[in-house]
């Protein structure tokens, strides 16, 4: 069935995974899909040099399962524990054995989502990926934090920028990582994160490294010969794994918490009442959050999901278009998306704060909070997004 000549129920301006997750969910609807894909032949070359990886959660695992684009074993690693030291002594441990379930997350290689996805969308007759935008009832907005159609409409984004850039790697380690995943704070170079997670299978010696650094220091580091990077990243890592070879480019990018100031709206010019076209915003067009926590694709792909199920359960004669029906998504997000930012700015600002009476205190109140097994296993279960009563 080809697409070509019909109108399309759906316009989703954006291929990355959280727009092909939803295209497949909306095109399982029985909806007709467009999915512009305005960068694809820049998409098409990353292959190896590629070092993102993403934490997802149960949530996640259990939507993509659905999709059947869940990745193979070697590509998708399961973690068992989570360490976690600060800077003066205090540590944190959770273990998926604690919280009784099969893994606290999974570490997913992107390259190999992305192709299921990308194969998945090609099987579906109902989705049609375009290299130009499209005319529908209604319009996803798709496009990441720079979104370029964010902007055409005049919707607000709030910034705020820390004075920090994220560095990225692959590594390779003398010894496995065991299905631990790592987190160290640190303030030796002023405030610091460091994450080392697990990847290439559950028997690998590889991990991908999300370092988040001064501006200054995050670039000395992208530039500095190899040699000399492994061995500070050794240094920072408190040489937990032996010795670290450095197996990819490095990657740097600016951090910043932003969210849009509406995530819906009427797009101009295509008429009134019931002929208007509507617009969503979803994933990091419509929020980006700090790395520490491991949240942001499990972010946007809960926006996939809850945009899916508002359309899914809409009244029969209510259109997708309806600013009402679009707004139950937008209150529903907006509340766990703030509340995340929350935790994560809060964190973020509390490990960045040099005060040595600060430091003894959050490194105390870290400690102390890794024995409230409670509390703990609660915090535990919040992050992982584990639903019992959904869960096969």
Not at 94 to 112: H, I, K, R, T, Y
Request: hydrophobic share 45%; net charge neutral; aromatic share 6%.
């Amino acid at each position: 069935m080809s697409l070509s000549n019909t109108q399309f129920d759906v316009c989703i301006r954006g291929a990355g995974i959280v727009g092909r997750s939803l295209a497949l969910m909306l095109a399982s609807q029985g909806l007709r899909v467009a999915l512009v894909n305005l960068h694809a032949s820049a998409s098409a070359g990353q292959g190896h040099s590629d070092v993102r990886a993403y934490a997802l959660n149960t949530a996640a695992k259990q939507l993509l399962t659905d999709l059947r684009c869940w990745p193979e074993a070697s590509a998708c690693t399961p973690i068992l524990k989570m360490h976690i030291e600060g800077d003066q002594g205090g540590n944190l441990e959770f273990s998926a054995a604690d919280q009784g379930v099969e893994a606290l997350n999974w570490m997913v290689d992107v390259p190999s989502l992305e192709n299921n996805l990308r194969k998945a969308s090609g099987f579906q007759p109902l989705i049609q990926e375009l290299a130009e935008n499209v005319a529908a009832a209604l319009t996803v907005i798709c496009e990441g934090r720079a979104s370029q159609t964010r902007a055409e409409l005049g919707v607000a984004f709030d910034v705020k920028h820390y004075d920090q850039h994220a560095l990225a790697c692959r590594i390779r380690t003398q010894s496995p990582h065991s299905q631990v995943a790592r987190q160290w704070f640190q303030n030796t170079h002023g405030p610091e994160i460091l994450a080392f997670l697990p990847i290439g299978g559950e028997a690998s010696h590889e991990w991908a490294v999300v370092w988040s650094l001064t501006i200054a220091r995050a670039q000395a580091l992208q530039n500095v010969s190899a040699d000399a990077f492994q061995l500070q990243l050794q240094d920072a890592s408190q040489g937990i794994a032996g010795f670290v070879e450095l197996i990819s480019e490095r990657a740097v990018w600016p951090l910043q918490l932003a969210k849009a100031g509406r995530w819906t709206g009427t797009m101009p010019g295509s008429g009134t009442g019931k002929q208007a076209a509507s617009f969503v915003l979803a994933g990091d067009a419509a929020h980006a959050i700090h790395p520490l926590a491991g949240q942001g694709l499990n972010v946007g792909l809960a926006d996939a999901a809850k945009l899916a199920s508002v359309i899914q359960a809409k009244e029969f004669w209510r259109p997708i278009s309806d600013l009402k029906l679009l707004r139950r998504y937008e209150r529903a997000r907006q509340a766990e998306v703030v509340a995340m930012g929350c935790v994560t700015d809060g964190l973020q600002t509390l490990f960045a704060e040099p005060s040595v009476p600060v430091q003894k205190l959050r490194n105390w109140g870290m400690s102390a909070f890794n024995q409230l097994s409670p509390l703990k296993k609660w915090m535990a279960g919040e992050a992982m997004k584990t639903s019992r009563q959904s869960t096969p």
